[in-house]
């Protein structure tokens, strides 16, 4: 079984920024992911504006799951500067009803602010207090893109994550998996570094240092964090097995033959060779969003 836990659908037909197409519709990547052998995946609105050329609301995810509940589970998202752009907004009281409405998580956060501003903050704090886990995307500055700013190092994704002991991080982005080598550096951070895998990189120090901290092996920036050096990303996928997901953040139908398989084809491939153990195979694929998610194994 394959449980995605990063997707994305759209209702509407806008075409996607520098793309011949729109963001995939919920008939596509259903579609889709019968065809890659895909059996589940988590829906992520994308609610904050600067991530995208719309701005979906929960309710068009909790449609599309309520559409497909056999293929669809929901998370809702939350703008830490919805209720006023205060650091003291009630923010708890609108992941209740979401929660309430079946929601299972979080995400995917990538409002552009800090991850010290105090907006940013009383968001992780109500988070936590609800159980949600959080996914998240990190931007390398302040206005022209999107995702939650940190600087090279990772600083503030480590003081969040030892603030809040309590909420589960899911981290994604280039400027994440990046960091999963020693290498990282100014000029590659925001990329897709290629070669062997230096030691030293955050991703894994943090890793053991912060149980709290999760990862979502989606897009190109996780399958290029395992598969440009195997033999350090069959070690990585062993040694945090019970804390990494399958997922693949498809946004278009055109990816239907590289970020929806890339990562699936990796881990058959090593498991199939004996690289990944049947234990681990099973845990990331499916078993442990099973956990993450409350759903009966």
């Excluded at 969040?160 to 909420?167: Q, T």
């Excluded at 395992?226 to 062993?238: I, K, N, Q």
Aim: glycine residues 10%; aromatic residues 10%.
């Amino acid at each position: 079984m394959f449980i995605d836990l990063h997707n994305h659908v759209s209702l509407a037909s806008l075409n996607y920024v520098g793309s011949p197409a729109p963001i995939v519709s919920p008939e596509q990547l259903v579609e889709m992911q019968v065809q890659a052998g895909i059996d589940r995946g988590v829906l992520l609105p994308c609610l904050n504006p600067e991530g995208m050329h719309i701005v979906q609301s929960n309710e068009d995810v909790l449609r599309v799951c309520a559409d497909y509940p056999e293929r669809f589970l929901p998370f809702c998202n939350v703008d830490p500067r919805q209720m006023f752009n205060h650091a003291n907004a009630p923010l708890r009281t609108v992941l209740e009803y979401y929660r309430g409405k079946g929601c299972r998580g979080i995400g995917e956060v990538a409002a552009n602010l800090p991850f010290a501003d105090p907006r940013m903050r009383n968001l992780f704090a109500h988070v936590e207090s609800v159980g949600f886990p959080l996914t998240f995307h990190i931007a390398h500055r302040e206005g022209g893109t999107y995702g939650i700013v940190d600087r090279l190092g990772l600083p503030g994704l480590e003081q969040s994550l030892r603030d809040f002991p309590d909420l589960t991080f899911l981290g994604h982005s280039q400027c994440f998996w990046s960091h999963i080598g020693g290498e990282a550096s100014e000029k590659t951070w925001t990329g897709y570094p290629k070669g062997p895998v230096a030691p030293g990189g955050r991703v894994v120090e943090l890793m053991r240092c912060y149980p709290n901290l999760h990862g979502d092996l989606s897009a190109g920036s996780g399958y290029n964090a395992v598969s440009r050096d195997p033999e350090f990303g069959y070690a990585f996928l062993d040694e945090f097995q019970d804390r990494l997901y399958f997922a693949t953040d498809v946004c278009l139908p055109t990816q239907a033959d590289s970020v929806l398989v890339n990562l699936k084809r990796f881990l058959e491939a090593g498991h199939a060779a004996g690289r990944i153990s049947a234990a681990a195979f099973a845990k990331i694929t499916h078993r442990n969003a099973q956990r993450l998610l409350g759903l009966d194994g």
